[in-house]
């Protein structure tokens, strides 16, 4: 691969005096630190692969005015393409009280992306949660529309160019809520009816005709009755709002795998095929991997990770190339599922290309055979 060579001997050709060196050494001593793989972490960073393939890495981050680790965030200048607000461009951290905004999270990633050549990814402005109180108690369809307007036209407008895309409605779907077409039960659904996912996207089109414009949603990979359910639901609200012609650019594919399940390689290639044959590009844009039950060390958990990884992104690539991937943090130091999950053992989880070190694992290598495709 062009890439990995150009990385190596660029770098080996330094390292070149290096291995004189390591020849002199006695026998058996290694220079290898013991939890990080030397090879993987030669090579070059995620990003730059991106540019050959086109398909951009991105990942999941709190916003550098308030993440005060420096080695994260100039780990995330180095590797990713894409920065993406983890919570920062939520209406509850965006507009607490009623058009009271407050975007100086939001304005320090723009900042910070602006300053490593970076693009932004905006999630997300309409959900069923992370919404103040005075918004989950709206209970007309005359104030739930005056607000998606103000809220989604402000917001959008403050970062128009400078937004790679926008999730614009996130978890609309919920089989399990029981409402028709398998809505999610939430105030926007409550106050407007299947109708809002259709007018946020025009609110968010008409503040920025130019960015992409995504509907994001998870569980749609496994065998299991949810997840088909999901799928069929799914597909029906995407043809939906193509029979509408809704400005809706993408599907963003959240991708919060678990490796104890199993992916239902036939229907989601069936699902990932309908979904482009209608006109969405795919993204993968919450790429993690759950091994809080998974059996064996960090070096056996980080293998079977990242071949549930690579079995995952051999399925979306078999349809469509997607144009992004990105991963629901970059550190296992940084991971939401701490706050759901714990190991029997006590271990940290493993979810994410870098370990608690910050040192590169085989999930990134799997990132960095696909990105590189
Ligand atoms: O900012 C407040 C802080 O002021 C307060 O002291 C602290 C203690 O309560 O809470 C902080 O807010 C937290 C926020 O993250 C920022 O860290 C919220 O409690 C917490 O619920 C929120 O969790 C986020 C969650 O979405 C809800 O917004 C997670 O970090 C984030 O990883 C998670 O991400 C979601 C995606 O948006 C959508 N898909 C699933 C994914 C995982 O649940």
Not at 142 to 169: M, P
Not at 354 to 368: C, I, Q, T, Y
Request: proline share 5%.
């Amino acid at each position: 691969m062009r890439l990995r060579q150009n990385g190596i001997t660029r770098r080996a050709a330094t390292l070149g005096l290096a291995s004189a060196a390591l020849g002199t050494m006695a026998a058996g001593t290694s220079l290898k630190p013991a939890h990080a793989d030397f090879d993987l972490e030669l090579a070059s960073p995620l990003r730059s692969h991106s540019r050959v393939s086109g398909i951009k890495f991105g990942c999941a981050s709190a916003a550098p005015s308030v993440q005060t680790d420096r080695v994260l965030l100039e780990k995330i200048a180095t590797e990713a393409d894409i920065f993406v607000p983890e919570g920062a461009l939520k209406w509850d951290q965006t507009e607490p009280r009623p058009g009271e905004f407050n975007f100086a999270e939001g304005d320090s990633i723009a900042a910070f992306a602006a300053r490593n050549d970076m693009l932004v990814h905006g999630h997300t402005l309409v959900w069923y949660t992370a919404i103040p109180p005075w918004v989950s108690q709206l209970g007309t369809a005359k104030d739930a529309q005056a607000a998606l307007e103000r809220h989604i036209g402000t917001e959008v407008s403050r970062y128009r160019g400078k937004i790679w895309a926008w999730d614009v409605v996130n978890e609309p779907i919920e089989p399990d809520d029981r409402l028709d077409n398998d809505y999610r039960n939430s105030v926007w659904l409550r106050c407007l009816g299947g109708d809002y996912v259709d007018l946020a996207f025009r609110l968010a089109h008409a503040a920025d005709p130019k960015t992409p414009l995504c509907l994001n949603e998870y569980g749609i990979e496994y065998a299991t009755g949810a997840a088909r359910r999901k799928r069929q639901a799914l597909l029906v609200l995407l043809q939906k709002l193509r029979d509408r012609n809704t400005p809706i650019d993408c599907l963003g594919l959240q991708s919060h795998l678990d490796c104890l399940q199993t992916f239902d390689r036939d229907e989601l290639t069936a699902f990932l095929g309908s979904v482009v044959k209608l006109g969405y590009r795919l993204m993968i844009t919450e790429l993690d991997v759950n091994d809080a039950k998974l059996r064996g060390d960090g070096t056996q958990r980080d293998f079977a990770v990242a071949r549930h990884v690579s079995e995952y992104l051999d399925i979306v690539f078999s349809v469509a190339k997607p144009a992004s991937i990105a991963t629901w943090g970059l550190s296992d130091r940084y991971t939401w599922l701490r706050q759901y999950y714990k190991r029997a053992d006590g271990t940290p989880l493993r979810p994410l290309p870098l370990d608690v070190n910050f040192d590169r694992k085989r999930m990134w290598a799997s990132l960095a055979r696909y990105i590189a495709t």
